[in-house]
């Protein structure tokens, strides 16, 4: 398997603009994690997925950011409008109960976004 | 609530020496705990897991991690550092089964000097 595939690997965008990042999980994976990297806050969780359904987005920091699952192979987190702030890398992960290896997740490489 | 603290943001080693990353964790349940290690521009990539059992657990790359109740800890040790073992390294925690909620610290930065 290709493990988690996430793109763009870099984004540079201006304030303001909209901004999406793309994710596919692992092939028969039934959950999928959007985590936030920044050096002040460290690793946060932001939402995750159970069977393309959203779980638990209380990591989401406002209404700016919105994720989505439209089928098990793909995942996007948009933000909109963006702001400096939210310069960070972005990875996305992806684990599978039904394997019986729920508890390990998979990661991408990740997105680093700056935005100016 | 759960919540994760690692002693020590940088860690630096002379090549063949000791690695010692430490990790503590507060939960009011059983936890299950992990260690990740981070290269330069990757993803987390897992190295080893407790959950349940013997509570030395023994990882990838010569890793191995003993899980402390009575501390509360669960540090990450190697014998002898490589090289290439110079990464960011970090202990996470769950105390949900479904391994979803994952709490992680925030970061040892390892490195090893020749």
């Known amino acids: 398997d290709a493990g988690v595939i996430q793109s763009p690997r870099h984004e540079v965008t201006e304030m303001g603009q909209e901004v999406t990042l793309r994710c596919k999980p692992i092939s028969g994976h039934d959950y999928l994690f959007w985590y936030r990297q920044t050096m002040m806050r460290g690793l946060e969780l932001l939402i995750y997925f159970n069977n393309n359904v959203p779980i638990d987005d209380s990591g989401m920091p406002e209404d700016r950011f919105s994720a989505k699952m439209p089928n098990a192979s793909f995942s996007t987190l948009k933000i909109q409008p963006s702001e400096p702030r939210d310069s960070a890398v972005y990875f996305c992960?992806?684990?599978?109960?039904?394997?019986?290896?729920?508890?390990?997740?998979?990661f991408g490489p990740g997105t680093r976004l700056t935005v100016t | 609530a759960q919540s994760v603290t690692q002693l020590g943001s940088h860690v630096s080693v002379s090549e063949g020496a000791l690695v010692l990353l430490r990790c503590n964790y507060s939960?009011?349940?059983?936890?299950?705990l992990f260690w990740y290690v981070q290269y330069p521009n990757q993803g987390l990539q897992l190295l080893l897991k407790?959950?349940?059992?013997?509570?030395l657990v023994k990882g990838i790359n010569g890793f191995e991690a003993e899980f402390k109740k009575s501390e509360t800890s669960f540090h990450l040790t190697k014998p002898s550092a490589h090289m290439s073992d110079a990464a960011e390294y970090f202990c996470a925690v769950t105390n949900n089964n479904a391994g979803n909620m994952l709490t992680f610290g925030g970061g040892t930065r390892l490195m090893v000097k020749p």
């Open positions: 992960a992806s684990s599978s109960w039904t394997s019986g290896k729920g508890l390990e997740q998979y």
């Open positions: 939960s009011s349940v059983p936890p299950y």
């Open positions: 407790y959950t349940t059992g013997a509570t």
